[in-house]
């Protein structure tokens, strides 16, 4: 079993900066595997958000949340962040943390991750 679990979400306002963490865990879970962060808006579709490879050298962003957002992992405590800054209204949603088991595919389609945790809300205040 994987688990994900996402903390960090709250109530901010516009400019302002919050870093989302994601706690992974589970007999199944490896730590070679990429890890994403995906963001569902109220009525919307599920959009990615960022990703990075295991060894962490490896990065994408949505054109939406480039040069504003910063994705990072801690393998040797098997947590990954998102640290958001410069944050805008329509930014508001709830945050997933992800998990694709696919090894050597670094991808920024959310139904390529296979593991998902419960989310974590964001709201930005305009």
């Known amino acids: 079993q994987v688990q994900l679990v996402e903390s960090g979400g709250g109530l901010v306002q516009s400019g302002g900066s919050l870093r989302l963490s994601c706690a992974a865990s589970g007999t199944t879970f490896n730590v070679y595997w990429t890890m994403g962060w995906i963001r569902q808006a109220p009525g919307k579709e599920p959009e990615f958000v960022a990703c990075?490879?295991?060894?962490?050298?490896?990065?994408r962003y949505a054109d939406s949340v480039k040069g504003r957002f910063t994705i990072s992992r801690d393998n040797n405590n098997n947590t990954i962040y998102l640290q958001m800054n410069s944050l805008k209204s329509e930014d508001t949603a709830d945050y997933y943390c992800?998990?694709?088991?696919?090894?050597?595919?670094?991808?920024?389609?959310?139904?390529?991750?296979?593991?998902w945790g419960q989310g974590a809300q964001v709201t930005v205040s305009s």
């Open positions: 990075i490879s295991w060894s962490g050298m490896t990065t």
């Open positions: 992800a998990a694709d088991r696919t090894p050597a595919v670094v991808s920024t389609t959310p139904q390529d991750y296979e593991y």
